[in-house]
């Protein structure tokens, strides 16, 4: 950016449902922005109110699925580049110093988007291996450019043109619990299964197993999910049950339909 020219502006979209204990950590660290639009899809705890004291554009709109509900969201900004964010997320120091120095130099460069690795913290611990650190995502795009896409399981930011890296990370608050942890396998495979039929069920459930270890074997030793400690065996253990789950809801409902 050269003297004289207009530094860009920043828009953060966030998507909320009963976000109370996590939302109010995201708004400080996006403070710096100057429009910020919450879309909530029907909230009954304080995250209207907390939302309201940060002086956020609130927006109420029906759930539509992850990427249209995100999508909504982003066609409500207002800036030159938008920085699409979960309620459970935060954004560090560093990160924001280095998210207005990327945008104030993307024209010279012609970027367009730019993805950021994401270091999730889980009982009480933050995750390095077994799959989950980088886990990079893009999600600062410049405004024009780029669009959510994908299904109820899979949502993604996808960009016209050319999309960089960035080094800090999001800070991302995955679970409360794991319970929460649970509760999330048991819907995700349930949307699974309504959405992938099975022409063999009893061939379901036995590839189930062998993928279940795998995925198990995949995330505590191939993806050294161990050097984790106790949460990252809970992690390859929840991980091998989702796999399980999603080929034993198969079965269950080719059997139920077919009986």
């Known amino acids: 950016m050269t003297v004289g020219e207009r530094a860009p502006t920043l828009s953060v979209a966030i998507i909320t449902l009963n976000e109370e204990d996590r939302i109010e950590n995201l708004l400080q660290s996006v403070s710096f922005a100057r429009d910020i639009v919450v879309v909530d899809s029907g909230s009954t705890d304080r995250t209207i109110e907390i939302c309201e004291r940060f002086g956020v554009r609130l927006y109420r709109h029906e759930w539509e699925g992850y990427s249209n509900q995100k999508q909504f969201a982003m066609g409500l900004t207002q800036g030159d580049w938008i920085l699409s964010l979960d ?8 990160g924001r110093e280095e998210i207005l120095r990327s945008i104030g130099n993307a024209d010279s460069s012609r970027v367009n988007g730019f993805s950021f690795p994401r270091l999730s913290r889980y009982l009480n611990r933050w995750i390095r291996h077994g799959g989950w650190f980088p886990d990079r995502k893009v999600r600062l795009v410049r405004r024009g450019a780029g669009r959510w896409s994908g299904d109820s399981l899979h949502e993604k930011l996808e960009v016209d043109g050319r999309v960089d890296n960035l080094v800090n990370p999001i800070l991302h608050y995955v679970y409360r619990d794991i ?53 990252g065996i809970i992690i390859a253990v929840n991980s091998a049950f989702y796999v399980f789950l999603k080929h034993a809801k198969k079965w269950e409902r080719s059997t139920i339909r077919t009986s």
């Open 87 to 94: 309620a459970d997320e935060v954004i560090t120091d560093e």
């Open 179 to 231: 319970f929460d942890q649970i509760s999330t396998i048991n819907h995700f495979s349930s949307t699974f299964a309504s959405q992938n039929e099975s022409r063999f069920p009893r061939l379901s459930v036995i590839l189930g197993i062998f993928h279940a270890i795998g995925k198990f074997l995949e995330c505590a030793v191939w993806k050294l999910g161990i050097l984790d400690g106790i949460p």
